[in-house]
């Protein structure tokens, strides 16, 4: 069977070839007959004109074209929304775009409009060089504003398609909008973007460093020269340890407390929840009962410190938002005597722990490499070697059940490792594979090192936010300029562009440091609270905490969490808590999927795999005691 004979049959099993009744004179062009009065369309004819489409596509995506896809079925959202995400078009604050019907001809600044299902959105501020329409509709405005402003339209079009309509579309598709179809055909959009991108990256750093003139600059050689290496950095390979491997930390309680003395925390802390419309800091919000995510994390510090005898000290490094509401939570726990210092821009260690930080400084809001760079090299270094420690963990602002764990400092300090990063391997990957039992290597290119890289199945692991560094290597590093990190201080407006600029990213450091490894840890020490649908997790019956660790509850028997996905109504935090009357019992939920207006009542269950889709202007209500098991539920009859 050829390949054509198979894309053939794929079409016809999306019922891309069932037209409408009606037929027009112009469309008879794609049809290949009637069959009980039904327009049959040609699939040879819909293939030849999607290759055009997708050919065309592939052009613009080469030169960087912008592109605007418009959709007003919302049949088809989910499936626009994930090809988005995935060929890097997808903004969630102008997600109204997809559904919109026009206005482009006053896109010339942004403006406020009503769309067709009576939201709020931003008109674009630059025109879309190509205008890809999922289902045309006869009265929609956009494409005759498309054909005014000369922008070349991809479309799909069905036999009753009229004439002044049709003739405004550059690379129309004759096909059956059914939702199979528009999978498939998003699909192949996807792959398209996705080959082109590959090809243009793989090609450019080639193309800059053999058409670069010998008279340029030294500062575009070293450009090009830096472009080479992090090509390089990407093939190399890193040693990843199974945590069950490591060799278990002795119950010698003098020997543990040894260790953690050689060990100071510095926990990111500026990062802030207005994406889920929270004025204050992530760190501020309940996840656990009653516990926010620096409670838990103080709350770790003084069980080690009371287990132990020890008194790990721990670096708060806030912004000015986050500061005030930082100190309010530290003065909590001023018994337990902890050895906190919530840090600012431009602010050190300060020598005599009673010393408090300045109220007044600026911090602004960074990555890992910029705000460490900058304590490292304005003398905090230099205090903390002074009181003999030796190793620093570096947790991230989203991260909020990370472990402060003696038996990974152990196998650190044992095998005289300088760098160290925990990671987990994502869930295609960890489908593949059944088990971590013996270190293995992987390269640079298989790691997702921050958290703008969505886990994809590109990706085998996923970095944390939790890195083990060894501070006389960095000592070492720092004094041979070996970073090339200059004066690392911030600008006076906060900005720190140029150190990112200069690669001093915490993640690109790891090339440094001699004997770099990762450790395999568990999904449990990986939940990240950056949406309301990371919320609902760990405020439900899935997790609770002892001693400042979050705990599994022990009846999941799937080792792997429960997906998520909680539609715009419920994105803000406000709308979040109004809409669930108590969070729901999720321990034997696979996959939750909830769009539209809904709401959940109290002593609500869920299990297996459920979607709720609310239909437009429907209020869907879970009533109280509701056990949802497998169930698609579209309207109040579902639920009986």
Known sequence: MTLHSIVIQKLLSTKAHVGRQAATHHFKLYTYGFRNRMAIIDSDKTLICMRNALNFIGSLVRQ????????????????????????????????????????????????????????????????PDCL??????????????????????????DSSMPLEIYKRIAYPIPANDSVQFIYLFCNLITKTFLYEQKRLASTSAVAVKEDLPKSQPREKLDQVEEQTKSIDFLKKEVLLVPYESLATVTDDIAKTKNLLDKLVVLKFNGALGTSMGFNGPKSALKVCGDSTPIDLFLEQIESLNAKYGCNVPLMLLDSS????????????????????????QGQKLPLDSSQKPREDDDL????????????????????LLSKGKEFALVVGSDNVAAVIDPQILNHLIQNKIEFCMEVTPTAAFEMSTSTYSTPQKCQFADIALNSSQSPTDK?????????????????????????????????EDGNSDQMLRQNTAVGSMIKFFDQPIGIIVPHSRSLQLSSTSDLLLLQSDLYTSNEGLIVRNAARANPVDPSIDLGSEFEKINDFQSRFKA?????????????????????????GKVDIVAKPGMKLEIPDGAVLENQEINDPADLK
Not at 583 to 595: H, Q
Request: glycine share 6%; charged share 25%.
């Open 459 to 491: 990706f085998k692991f996923s970095d944390i936010r939790n890195l083990w560094v060894n501070l006389t290597a960095t000592k070492r590093l720092v004094d041979t300029n070996t970073l090339k990190i200059g004066n690392s201080s911030f600008s």
């Open 64 to 127: 960087k074209g912008r592109f605007m896809f418009v959709n007003t079925n919302w049949l088809f959202d989910e499936i626009i929304e994930e090809m988005t995400k995935k060929i890097g078009c997808y903004s969630p604050s102008a997600a109204a775009l997809w559904k919109m019907s026009g206005i482009l001809t006053n896109s010339a600044s942004p403006k406020k409009f009503k769309s067709r299902h009576k939201r709020l959105c931003f008109g674009p501020t630059q025109s």
């Open 321 to 344: 938002e986050t500061h005030d509401e930082t100190l309010k939570a530290v003065g909590k726990h001023e018994k337990s005597n902890l050895d906190v210092h919530s840090l600012i």
């Open 132 to 157: 890809v329409v999922i289902d045309t509709e006869r009265k929609s405005s956009v494409i005759m504003e498309a054909d005014r402003l000369q922008i070349p339209i991809v479309a799909l079009v």
């Open 583 to 607: 969070i729901p019992s999720i321990v034997e939920l696979d996959s939750l999927t909830v769009r539209g207006d809904v709401w959940f009542g109290e002593g609500v269950t869920i299990k």
């Open 364 to 383: 602004h809001n960074s990555d890992h490499g910029s705000v460490l760079l900058s304590l490292l090299t304005g003398g905090t270094l230099d205090v």
